[in-house]
DNA sequence: CGCAAGTTTGACGTACATCAAGTAGTGTGG
DNA sequence: CCACACTACTTGATGTACGTCAAACTTGCG
């Protein structure tokens, strides 16, 4: 509630690796940057920073100084309670904006789920160029408006959904962030999902499974899924009746 | 996912009742505007709307073409499932802004929970005032931002939290929204609190008689609370350890 | 290869949902 | 003022989806 203003600096530790991981296949997907007026603007302002597996970009309570880009890799926004329950807000793939609290502290912690390049925007620089270029300012709000949707529609899956709906709703969620594609690479481990989905990690695993054995998807590796029935995740994900 | 832009109007049901009903004790709290640049730039392009209990205000997939602001009465923001299953995103009181998706359409469907006055701005004015004046569209984002912060800490005590520290959760918020009096009016049943903390309403009245009963509250005809443990509350709204 | 981390599967427990009666509160008309 | 109905809330008995605990199985990197 009340603003401390401390004056720890935005979390550097992994900054300087240069480990030569593959990084994850994602990464091969079409990049969802075209020359949109942002990009322009932007590209002078941006720092380039490099965070291992489980590395945090910024932890909850940091002063709000920066906005941040994933460039590659992938990114998980959560907060973690005292007895050690964990929820995931969100996760950010290549392309994706985060961090964009526009409030004294940052809410949330953000960490790499895989290895992740990520460029960071000084908050300060950003709202100068916002005051000037119209567009700029548009395109922030529309970003924050996005969010915000997303988060809504996250918050009813998780006060409303049963598990397998909750799963459901997750792939095509991936599915239509990747461009409709229906073969899916899952950056995030199961416990990821568990901690997005409000569920545990044994009953995502064992949705995962009867959906299997229902046809609806099919895995190669955990980590490689291919949607095989898309009208009967939708109607789960809507929550229609029961098959 | 797509726009499609259809052409009803902004849901004017109730809009010329006249009926001579109490307005809820709420109003009575200290109003939370003071002379802010928002407020004097609106005065001119609000419209006042009157609204019965139940009435929607906007509904879910209307384009959104207005900003509101809860005079007096009480408002709420859910979606309902094909079964009937219902979440309520959030509660609005006297002096709140609600319907700032700056999205093609409304995600969710606004009524009142109680006889509310509400006055409406619309987007396109709103955005030209905006342009003009950086301080109000800083507002703007100001309140996005702390949409998204509350949105997103509904978001952890859905996923994360058991039903005790929901309700706990709850009435906490309710105090600070209500300049800390331990005093609590509760405008919404039994029904809106359920479905707001995803609970059945019976869980809810079962956890309300488990917290009179360690006196953590007391309860005054079913819609005046206090609270008479505070620390025992946050303790609980935090997610320490159960006593 | 070989180990450690991650995932799956099974047996069992529990918090919350569901179903079903009650018991306030609230408003209406005599 | 009470009788009536109606809606809202509470309480109890029982069910179930998901959590917990524990053991196997996979996967992938050193």
């Known amino acids: 509630m009340t603003a401390m203003l401390q004056i720890a600096p935005i979390a550097h530790e992994a900054l300087s690796t240069r480990s030569r991981v593959a990084w994850p296949v994602i990464e091969g997907g079409k990049p969802r ?9 932007l590209q002078s302002i941006g720092t380039v920073m490099k965070f291992k597996r ?3 970009v910024f932890s909850e309570g940091d002063p709000a100084r920066c906005v941040y880009k994933v460039v590659s890799g992938a990114v998980r926004t959560c907060r973690v309670l005292m007895d050690g329950r964990r929820q995931i807000a969100d996760f950010y793939l290549p392309g994706d904006f985060f961090g964009l609290d526009w409030q004294a502290e940052h809410g949330f912690t953000a960490e790499a789920i895989a290895d992740a390049v990520v460029v960071s925007y000084p908050r300060s620089q950003l709202e100068q160029i916002a005051e000037t270029k119209p567009a700029v300012q548009k395109l922030l709000m529309s970003m924050l408006c996005k969010g915000l949707s997303s988060t809504q529609n996250h918050l009813v899956m998780l006060g409303r959904q049963t598990a397998q709906e ?22 995030m481990s199961r416990l990821d999902i568990a ?8 009953t995502v695993s064992r949705c995962v499974s009867e ?3 229902k046809h609806f998807i099919s895995v190669a ?12 995740l939708e109607a789960l ?3 229609e009746a029961e098959i």
Chains 1, 2 share one sequence.
């Open 33 to 41: 940057e075209t020359t949109d007026p942002m990009t322009a603007a």
């Open 54 to 56: 489980n590395a945090a």
């Open 166 to 187: 909750r799963l459901a709703w997750f792939l095509l969620g991936l599915m239509a962030r990747s461009d409709d594609n229906t073969n899916l690479d899952l950056p």
């Open 195 to 202: 901690d997005y989905l409000g569920l545990t990690i044994e």
């Open 211 to 213: 959906f299997k054995r």
């Open 221 to 232: 590796g955990t980590h490689q899924v291919t949607l095989r029935n898309l009208d009967a």
């Open 237 to 239: 994900a809507s929550g």
